[in-house]
Antibody, heavy 119, light 108 residues
Framework: QVQLVQSGAEVKKPGASVKVSCKVS????????MHWVRQAPGKGLEWMGGFDPEDGETIYAQKFQGRVTMTEDTSTDTAYMELSSLRSEDTAVYYC????????????WGQGTLVTVSS | EIVMTQSPATLSVSPGERATLSCRAS??????LAWYQQKPGQAPRLLIYGASTRATGIPARFSGSGSGTEFTLTISSLQSEDFAVYYC??????????FGQGTKVEIK
């Protein structure tokens, strides 16, 4: 079964960048499609982007285009999400989540990484 | 973009009672809808996919129904561990994959 383990909490200043990692075990990264979802404090879930196997490309939500980069290191089965030009509104828990067979739903999820943006 | 709207925002239910949660899509998503449960401090957990299929290990008291634009998640007899926030998510048309804003099920 797939397990996802994310990197630890981060505190960043406005304007900085953050890079969150997500280590996959139980499957290799090439066998699944990885997505990223964030959740601001007390708010709902917001899809940021993920791998589209039909195009073979990573698709980003329009809101984050130009600021987010999702990459993968297949040698270590680790996915990364980097968000730049951070602002206070980016304070959130960031989750990686797998779409294992490209069916469309997310299962399982990583445990989440809290990113706090504060001066 | 398909907008998902959940109602009510908060549902107060006594243990042992039935809970009915609604999710509406701004356009048809066929049966391409999932439900998740999220408890405080935890990641979301998949409950239902394909609008009505329970994920592995999900108790039978959870059931999903609907297609097109109207969906329902029913918890037949609420247990203490079921008090949580529930989200629907469509995967029929993406990007983006969109979530509802959530329904909090609280103890009455």
């Amino acid at each position: 079964q797939v397990q996802l383990v994310q990197s630890g909490a981060e505190v960043k200043k406005p304007g900085a960048s953050v890079k969150v990692s997500c280590k996959v075990s139980g499957y290799t990264l090439t066998e699944l499609s990885m997505h990223w979802v964030r959740q601001a404090p007390g708010k709902g879930l917001e899809w940021m982007g993920g791998f589209d196997p039909e195009d073979g490309e990573t698709i980003y939500a329009q809101k984050f285009q130009g600021r987010v980069t999702m990459t993968e290191d297949t040698s270590t089965d680790t996915a990364y999400m980097e968000l730049s030009s951070l602002r206070s509104e980016d304070t959130a828990v960031y989750y990686c989540a797998t779409d294992l067979f490209d069916y469309g739903w997310f299962d399982p999820w990583g445990q989440g990484t809290l990113v706090t943006v504060s001066s | 973009e398909i907008v998902m709207t959940q109602s009510p925002a908060t549902l107060s239910v006594s243990p042992g009672e039935r809970a009915t949660l609604s999710c509406r899509a701004s356009q048809s998503v066929s049966s391409n809808l999932a439900w998740y449960q999220q408890k405080p401090g935890q990641a979301p957990r998949l409950l239902i996919y394909g609008a009505s299929t329970r994920a592995t290990g999900i108790p039978a008291r959870f059931s999903g129904s609907g297609s097109g634009t109207e969906f329902t998640l029913t918890i037949s007899s609420l247990q203490s561990e079921d008090f949580a926030v529930y989200y629907c998510q469509q995967y029929n048309n993406w990007p983006p994959r969109t979530f509802g804003q959530g329904t909090k099920v609280e103890i009455k």
